[in-house]
């Protein structure tokens, strides 16, 4: 695994990983696989133990109550930390809105911007703050990368875990049309909305099957559970991985979705 030397090479931080709802419950995998590439990249990391939801689905629905109480204990566990990282744009982009949240607050607020400005997700931490270049991994043949919305919209991540990608051995990646469009997952939207939601992922697997690819990656979990069970819906053999899984060569057993029925 290859890092770049700047001129001033940062020191070894210590970085805790947020454990993401989804992560936690469904693809443990996803978090070997972030600590894998932090250490690799030269980080300490720890997973702090009292962390919980980040509060979006709270925020999302109007709760800006348990929104704020979620994102109080979230600040209290992870602020002593040199960084925070995520394997999810949509919970980074959560925790980086945690300070309107304290606007009636000026001293949790000024924690909360501390903590927001030290919060990214995986990707784009390990190539723009920790200058990774390069990974050690192989997956053999062709992928497609779904952008998820907040990652994308919320917190600039589209280059980096292409970069990253483009160092895979085997691995080809083929950019599907609308790559940057809606699953359709929306967490509560698709709850709400669930005939919209339905329209907007199957046009998504239409686009994944269009491109030719054996795998769909992506940095969101609510992404690729939503598009995994569309695919598997359809008889599709597409395979479908968390880009951490293949930066790290961790994508010797299931894929998402696979066992779940």
Same mark, same amino acid.
Do not use: W
């Given at each position: 695994?290859?890092?770049?030397?700047?001129?001033?090479?940062?020191?070894?931080?210590?970085?805790?990983?947020?454990?993401?709802?989804?992560?936690?419950?469904?693809?443990?995998?996803?978090?070997?696989?972030?600590?894998?590439?932090?250490?690799?990249?030269?980080?300490?990391?720890?997973?702090?133990?009292?962390?919980?939801?980040?509060?979006?689905? /709270?925020?999302?629905?109007?709760?800006? =109550?348990? @929104? *704020? +109480? %979620? &994102?109080? !204990?979230?600040?209290?566990?992870?602020?002593?930390?040199?960084?925070?990282?995520?394997?999810?744009?949509?919970?980074?982009?959560?925790?980086?809105?945690?300070?309107?949240?304290? /606007?009636?607050?000026?001293?949790?607020? =000024?924690? @909360? *911007? +501390? %903590? &927001?400005? !030290?919060?990214?997700?995986?990707?784009?931490?390990?190539?723009?703050?920790?200058?990774?270049?390069?990974?050690?991994?192989?997956?053999?043949?062709?992928?497609?990368?779904?952008?998820?919305?907040?990652?994308?919209?919320?917190?600039?991540? *589209?280059?980096?875990?292409? !970069?990253?990608?483009?160092?895979?051995?085997?691995?080809?990646?083929?950019?599907?049309?609308?790559?940057?469009?809606?699953?359709?997952?929306?967490?509560?939207?698709?709850?709400?909305?669930?005939?919209?939601?339905?329209?907007?992922?199957?046009?998504?697997?239409?686009?994944?099957?269009?491109?030719?690819?054996?795998?769909?990656?992506?940095?969101?979990?609510?992404?690729?559970?939503?598009?995994?069970?569309?695919?598997?819906?359809?008889?599709?053999?597409?395979?479908?991985?968390?880009?951490?899984?293949?930066?790290?060569?961790?994508?010797?057993?299931?894929?998402?979705?696979?066992?779940?029925?």
């Amino acid at each position: 695994m290859t890092v770049n030397s700047p001129a001033h090479p940062p020191a070894h931080p210590h970085v805790a990983l947020y454990a993401t709802c989804l992560m936690d419950l469904y693809r443990p995998n996803v978090g070997f696989s972030a600590v894998h590439l932090l250490e690799a990249a030269g980080c300490r990391v720890s997973v702090p133990r009292g962390q919980t939801c980040c509060g979006q689905p /709270a925020y999302n629905s109007g709760d800006r =109550a348990t @929104a *704020r +109480a %979620l &994102a109080l !204990r979230v600040l209290r566990e992870f602020e002593d930390f040199d960084h925070v990282v995520l394997p999810s744009g949509t919970c980074g982009a959560m925790m980086r809105a945690y300070p309107a949240l304290f /606007a009636d607050d000026p001293e949790l607020q =000024a924690r @909360a *911007r +501390a %903590l &927001a400005d !030290r919060t990214f997700e995986l990707t784009a931490f390990l190539v723009d703050v920790m200058g990774m270049t390069s990974v050690d991994a192989r997956l053999n043949g062709v992928a497609t990368y779904h952008d998820s919305c907040s990652g994308l919209r919320e917190l600039g991540v *589209r280059d980096q875990p292409r !970069r990253l990608l483009s160092t895979v051995q085997g691995l080809e990646l083929n950019e599907m049309t609308d790559a940057q469009v809606c699953c359709g997952f929306g967490g509560l939207f698709s709850v709400k909305y669930p005939g919209i939601s339905g329209r907007m992922v199957a046009d998504k697997g239409q686009r994944v099957s269009e491109s030719g690819a054996r795998f769909l990656l992506g940095g969101d979990l609510g992404c690729l559970l939503n598009i995994a069970g569309r695919l598997r819906h359809e008889g599709s053999d597409v395979r479908v991985f968390h880009v951490a899984e293949v930066l790290a060569g961790r994508t010797e057993g299931q894929a998402i979705g696979e066992g779940l029925e």
